[in-house]
């Protein structure tokens, strides 16, 4: 019979193989890497799901909800919008961009920071015609350095606070990554703002995706409130906010009339429908921004103050009920809540009312509500929603609240008040309680897919340690290091943890190098956190590949790279990464 530690060796390598062929999900694997271990005895029967309620796990879900949160309330939007400029020299663009994602994803999921920041920079490429793929790699690149300085910033700080609490009997704290994560952070933005954007291509047409994405334009119909805007306001003060977000006036309705013209001239009043063209985010920003709302806003519980509004786009097929009658003659905001706030003619415009419009088969409508309700409506009028078209509305005038709760879940943790994990759910709570996510949201938020892998590979972990395979790992380390210095040996640690990370998930080379990091402390009785430290640092710097961390996925198609692109700046990016970060480690975290 073949050892235990035989066994999970196996189990580990057979994990790994398919982890980086990448053609099964990640969590299946890692949950049938489980199940095989159960079966073997490697896992306690009554240990196997147990890493469901592992505290890293709940950090993790909870911190996702989170973001959502803070991303549906605008207040990272409105801060970003405000630094970037496409005049700026192309070195100062980086810069800004990088810095200000590194920023954000020192306090949102770094996933979370890329997705805000990724349309603002394609949007000012365009703008500076310049090829979005010199900038998207350093953004991404920031966020995952800035995802290090804190506890909350990245999954693999989360994972080694939690391994601390259950070695040495304390986690990490919130700014305990800051000293080590700071440092990093400011020598990669430094080299990916000055040097390492010089090593990216140009390459023609990476505008291509966002734009296939984003080119339906809608005429639509914004309603002028009581409290919109100041007396005085005419619809040609609008153009340098419509101008600003690629939007078009079209004129304005009132008394249930579209006046003549663009009515540029015209006085605003309470009750008037500014009419617009454009897409769909761009309306919804222009939405916000001009405090505007639209028709029926008390049939969705308060309008954009309520939660979980989206805009889904859909096509009109032949044989629609919708087909060759208006939105108000089948009582679709009656009868759904849900509000035809724009529609598309293949670029053609109307000047009828959206609502009093005869609808073609191949027209698209932006409907305005819930997505459950969106769903409901688009099955009854029978016309088709287009797969991954649905905007957000975003909920500006609740950007102050969102914030407040969230540092003062920030804050009741950093002073001890309460556990992490505690704090956390009582922002989500709170964002529920004020309507910034909904109860479907909450569940939308979290990527399952991590979850389930964090949580079987909890147990193959523990059993990994347990059956001696981190001990012998420590072991070959020390053989080959022999007779040089325990700096050599953490050097060493971090080097192959940065190596599996840039393959594999994080969150799995994490968990493996967690209990390899304290076999080395305890067999060179050094300082463990040392060793810890060197596991988050290295876990987290994933560069090579565009595999190695789902930001550099994400960024794949949009900025037009290519696998081997990924080397040209990633790789002297992981040289600097040690080289800063092992002085750095000796230093704040000595042996």
Known sequence: MPSDQTLIFGIFAVLFVLLVWGRIRYDLVAFGALVLAAALGLVPSDKVFSGFGHSAVAIIALVLIVSRGLVGSGAIEKLASRLLDAERPLPFHIAIIAIVGAGLSAIINNVAALAILMPLDVETAAKAKRAVSQTLMPLSFATILGGMITLIGTPPNIVISVYRQDALGAPFGMFDFAPVG?????????????????????????????????????????????????????????????????????????????????????????????????????????????ALEFSGSEKHSGGVTSGGLTLTEAIVPDGARIAGRTARGLKLLHLHSVTLLGVSRNGKRFRDRVRLLTVKPGDVLLLLGTPERNAAAASWLGVLPIEGRATQVVQRSKAGLSVGIFLAAIGVAVLGWSSLPVALAAAVIGFIAVGLVSGREVYDSIEWKVIVLLASLIPLAAAFEESGGAELIAFQILSVTAGFPAWVSLLVLMVVTMTLSDFLNNVATTLIAAPIAIGLSTATGTNPDAWLMAVAVAASCAFLTPIGHKNNTIILGPGGYRFGDYWRMGLPLEVLVVAVAMPAILIFWPL
């Open 182 to 290: 700071l440092a990093v952070a400011i020598v990669g933005i430094t080299f990916v703002s000055l040097i390492g954007w010089r090593f990216l291509p140009k390459r023609e047409g990476a505008h291509e995706q966002e734009a296939e994405f984003a080119k339906g334009r809608y005429i639509a119909e914004l309603l002028v409130g009581e409290k919109t805007l100041a007396e005085g306001i005419t619809v040609g003060d609008l153009y340098p906010l419509a101008e600003e977000h690629d939007l078009h006036i079209l004129g304005l309705v009132r008394r249930g009339k579209r006046l003549p013209g663009f009515a540029a001239r015209q006085d605003i009043r309470a009750g008037d429908f500014v009419v617009v063209e454009g897409e769909p985010k761009s309306i919804e920003v222009f939405m916000g921004k001009g």
